[in-house]
């Protein structure tokens, strides 16, 4: 039978791909080569060598306890018997990783739930965390929805991490573009039982189109918001150290604040040192919260010390480059 990465290591597969611009297609997706025996240690070896990116140790998943594994560097698990073929994807002659949708459900077994809904979102945004060598974010199409997470979890309901994942597909929203975007939505709009503000959550990369009449003042047909609430005409700007410096990006931004402004879009700047700032974040919360007309109880964020636990998971996160 063929390697079926799974776990950690699909998920860190599914990262490279995406910057290596290697993502299996649906079409490449298939059952595994099927036989009486198992990998040898040496072939197992061999998969470390052509992906060198992946982490000690491999996560493998075998079709039953027969057929685990017992070697060195790997950690072996029991493929659950709902997987199915459509939830591999073949990688290479006689490997496979396991789909988006499946890594998700394994890592909330493993993952502490802050970080369960960062993997959530990056599957349905467009970017993947720097791995392998790409320092860079990169950039790519999703590889799930919320949605579609939602139904693959209750077809695997029973098995061990469904119950958890499906809860925290509540909380994940289609589109983020970076891990910043991520975590700001993740502070300002989770429950405060989880650590967050509990304010109502943002279309991500919302389309604000210009009208027409408009189109002669502004010079555009549409604007692009990273967190926006529609029924407040307010948006949230990321301004991330990498891509918004330098005499012309500055101006670039102002102008396009100005242009958001004529259509009635009230525009608020978020930077990195805010997103890790606990007093400035009160304070972004505390004017989005008045521009949504929701009073924001502040004697309610960080119950028995959960905004302490979202932050101290996601700060980690980000200094490992997740």
């Not at 109502?200 to 990369?205: I, K, V």
């Not at 521009?291 to 996160?317: F, H, I, W």
């Amino acid at each position: 039978m063929g390697i079926l990465l799974s776990g950690i290591s699909a998920w860190e597969y599914w990262c490279y791909a995406a910057h290596a611009r290697c993502m299996p297609r649906p079409s490449a997706r298939c059952a595994r080569e099927q036989s009486h025996g198992k990998p040898s240690a040496k072939e197992v070896h061999a998969l470390g060598e052509c992906f060198p990116f992946l982490s000690a140790p491999l996560h493998l998943l075998a079709p039953n306890p027969r057929l685990r594994w017992r070697c060195k560097g790997v950690m072996s698990h029991v493929e659950p018997s709902k997987l199915g073929q459509q939830g591999v994807y073949r990688i290479g002659e006689g490997q496979y990783v396991v789909s988006p949708a499946e890594v998700f459900l394994q890592l909330a077994t493993v993952l502490p739930f802050p970080n369960l809904l960062e993997v959530g979102f990056e599957l349905c945004g467009r970017y993947a965390r720097p791995i392998g060598g790409y320092l860079e974010l990169g950039r790519r199409d999703p590889l799930a929805s919320a949605a579609g997470l939602d139904r693959f979890l209750e077809r695997m309901a029973g098995v061990p991490g469904a119950s958890t994942a499906r809860r925290a597909v509540c909380f994940i929203l289609d589109g983020s573009w970076s891990p910043m975007e991520t975590s700001s939505v993740l502070y300002l709009c989770l429950p405060f039982r989880l650590g967050g503000y509990g304010l109502p959550a943002p279309l991500m990369n919302a389309v604000v189109p210009v009208p027409d009449k408009d189109r002669a003042h502004v010079g555009k047909s549409f604007y692009r918001c990273d967190l926006y609430w529609p029924e407040a005409r307010f948006a949230i700007e990321y301004d991330s150290n990498l891509h918004h410096t330098g005499a012309g990006r500055i101006a670039e931004d102002a102008s396009r604040r100005t242009d958001l402004a004529y259509l009635g879009v009230e525009v608020a700047t978020l930077t990195q040192g805010q997103v890790r700032d606990r007093r400035e974040l009160d304070r972004i919360a505390l004017l989005l919260a008045k521009r949504l007309g929701k009073r924001l109880r502040m004697e309610r964020v960080n119950p028995s010390g959960a905004q302490d636990y979202l932050r101290t998971c996601l700060l980690d996160s980000a200094r490992k480059g997740a």
